[in-house]
T-cell receptor, first 114, second 112 residues
Framework: GAVVSQHPSRVICKSGTSVKIECRSLDFQATTMFWYRQFPKKSLMLMATSNEGSKATYEQGVEKDKFLINHASLTLSTLTVTSAHPEDSSFYIC??????????FGPGTRLTVT | DAKTTQPNSMESNEEEPVHLPCNHSTISGTDYIHWYRQLPSQGPEYVIHGLTSNVNNRMASLAIAEDRKSSTLILHRATLRDAAVYYCILRVGSSNTGKLIFGQGTTLQVKP
């Protein structure tokens, strides 16, 4: 299957700082990318959907000013957690979809806010 | 969003078949049934998907009920590496616009 990478794999930051997470589709062009977050022992929760060159669509309850998504190209999407707080500590997973509809997931980024 | 219902957990013995059930009574005619699995601290991995007919691939088989209100993921010979959380998901919408909304999944334990 296609490969999706995320960087960094884990990050620790101080409360009040911002953190950027990159998601790349390595061997295919992704028409759409998705961002999920997952708390321990919980399921994945969809945060937003982004299409290259257009604004992301956020799910209900997700603050767009706090979780900035930039989908700069067909192979790169970034999620910036602004003014991070300890409650933002989570496992963030991106996913990329190809034209025919298959969807592939990245390995996830573990964010810890101290 | 159309929802799925799965048992919270299941156990299997190594090298035996495993049947993971999923109920989706509110499925509509254009919803695809997707299965993903997730190992601890990893992103989900695609397993299989189907619409109406049963599907087979190298990882598993998907048996879809005639009325499409339920499906079963079949692992033919479980190995220890198959221990994971298995998610049954309905993709609502077309292949280019639908979203994958995850439920709670089934935690599969495989005993040696």
């Amino acid at each position: 299957g296609a490969v999706v990478s995320q960087h960094p794999s884990r990050v620790i930051c101080k409360s009040g700082t911002s953190v950027k997470i990159e998601c790349r589709s390595l061997d295919f062009q992704a028409t759409t990318m998705f961002w999920y977050r997952q708390f321990p022992k919980k399921s994945l929760m969809l945060m937003a959907t982004s299409n290259e060159g257009s604004k992301a669509t956020y799910e209900q309850g997700v603050e767009k000013d706090k979780f900035l998504i930039n989908h700069a190209s067909l192979t790169l999407s970034t999620l910036t957690v602004t003014s991070a707080h300890p409650e933002d500590s989570s496992f963030y997973i991106c996913s990329a979809r190809v034209m025919r509809g298959e969807q592939y997931f990245g390995p996830g980024t573990r964010l810890t806010v101290t | 969003d159309a929802k799925t219902t799965q048992p919270n957990s299941m156990e299997s013995n190594e090298e035996e078949p495993v049947h993971l059930p999923c109920n989706h009574s509110t499925i509509s005619g254009t919803d695809y049934i997707h299965w993903y699995r997730q190992l601890p601290s990893q992103g989900p991995e695609y397993v299989i998907h189907g619409l109406t007919s049963n599907v087979n691939n190298r990882m598993a088989s998907l048996a879809i009920a005639e009325d499409r209100k339920s499906s079963t993921l079949i692992l033919h010979r479980a190995t220890l590496r198959d221990a994971a959380v298995y998610y049954c998901i309905l993709r609502v919408g077309s292949s280019n616009t639908g979203k994958l909304i995850f439920g709670q999944g089934t935690t599969l334990q495989v005993k040696p």
